[in-house]
């Protein structure tokens, strides 16, 4: 399993960001989307046609017949049971069963790269050549209401009836409809041609970023009539942005490196973290402030941990240290001396399956070769006082 190193350990960051780790995917892919429907339950899309799925929280995936060898660019999920996907050579899977099975509902038009649902039945689709579509029966059947644009990357509906499709072509793509899509606004007034991707916090609030030629962030404090640039930057793309809170956003993309970039003032500022192993993360999706998931180049899956796994209190974390980290066989573990006694030592998976426990009076050496490689909590509990750190098994 790769695991990314690049684990930032300043607390200003660590409280900011929690700690981002990489998930064994089993594949080398390109990865383009990712939704979960709950905690435990999530799939990711990409190249080759590849529909991957897990059932514990990213820690195993599987991958699911699709049918195809078509590039898959985005996945939505309506309830447990329903969820649709597109892609290229006009692309639409849908499953009824949780995504075990997927059935082609296609349009027989382009390339599509995005869909919104605002349910079950109700939902939109866009793609190359100014592609979209709608549908009121769950895709047995769709609407043109294509436009004359060279593509739409992105739709999103902050209410029943309205809602903005974003792109590129020679005039700049931010359209927006009040009537469910029977019409369309240009409301862009910016120089940025390539916009990658947008989503609403509420149907006044909504954000969308821009893959070039400047990585740019933009806000809506009205519906989307009119959008202001928050961020900007020569050096980055973003292709994803979204918003687990109103007031915490992330937007994924690249620099030279991988980068993630996060708010917590409702996109008022933003501040970032590159990764060295990855050139692009193309989509990501957060369960709540806490926990989320980015994908990308090369198979990569990285999740985003609760800050009680090592960040939430950096003062009591303090009473345990361990190293080296990221280790292969061996870690050594030293403990304060006020959590010395009768401390209780546990080493798990992050879903809490316990690997090692022991009950310790002094420092020690403990083996984890024979452990698969991955991602686990190591644990002090000492007379009510609880530490904790992430240990990273190579």
């Known amino acids: 399993m790769k695991i990314i190193i690049t684990i930032i350990f300043t607390s200003i ?17 390109q990865l383009r989307g990712v939704f979960f429907t709950n905690a435990d339950t999530g799939t990711v899309v990409g190249a080759n046609g590849i529909i991957l799925r897990t059932e514990d929280g990213g820690e195993n995936w599987s991958q699911v017949i699709s049918g195809t060898t078509n590039r898959l660019y985005s996945i939505q999920f309506t309830s447990d049971q ?36 605002i349910s079950n039945d109700t939902g939109y689709i866009v793609g190359d050549k100014g592609a979209l579509f709608k549908t009121l029966d769950g895709g047995q059947n769709w609407i043109d209401l294509s436009l004359g ?116 003032n409702s996109g008022s500022t933003w501040s970032g973290l590159f990764f060295d192993d990855q050139q692009r993360l193309y989509d990501c999706f957060f369960i709540n402030e806490d926990t989320g998931y980015a994908v990308g180049t090369n198979g990569i899956i990285m999740k985003k941990i609760d800050e009680v796994v090592g960040t939430k209190n950096l003062l009591l974390d303090s009473l345990l240290n361990i190293y080296p980290n990221p280790t292969s066989d061996f870690i050594i573990i030293e403990l304060a001396e006020s959590i010395k006694i009768g401390a209780i030592i546990t080493l798990s998976t992050l879903s809490g399956q316990i690997i090692f426990q022991e009950r310790r009076l002094d420092n020690w050496k403990l083996n984890i070769s024979e452990i698969p490689a991955g991602a686990y909590l190591l644990k002090v509990e000492s007379n009510n006082t609880t530490a904790s750190k992430l240990v990273l098994k190579l």
């Not at 997927?102 to 027989?108: E, H, L, P, Q």
């Open 13 to 29: 960051y660590l409280m900011s960001f929690g700690q981002w780790i990489s998930l064994n995917s089993g594949t080398t892919e």
């Open 149 to 264: 644009y060279k593509g739409l990357f992105s739709v999103f509906f902050n209410t029943a009836d309205s809602g903005c499709v974003v792109g590129w072509g020679e005039s700049k793509t931010i359209l927006k409809t009040i009537d469910g899509g029977v019409t369309f606004s240009n409301q862009d007034t910016t120089s940025i041609s390539f916009y990658q991707s947008l989503y609403f916090t509420s149907p006044d609030t909504g954000y969308i970023c821009s893959s070039a030629p400047n990585g740019a962030i933009f806000r809506t404090t009205n519906g989307g009539i009119s959008w202001s640039r928050v961020f900007s930057n020569s050096l980055y793309g973003f292709y994803a942005i979204k918003f687990p809170s109103p007031r915490v956003g992330y937007a994924v993309g690249h620099s030279d490196k991988a980068v993630i970039l996060q708010t917590n």
């Open 82 to 117: 329903i969820g649709y996907i597109v892609g290229e050579s006009s692309l639409v899977l849908k499953t009824t069963d949780g995504g075990n099975n997927w059935t082609d509902i296609s349009i027989g038009i382009s390339t599509l790269f995005d869909l919104f649902f």
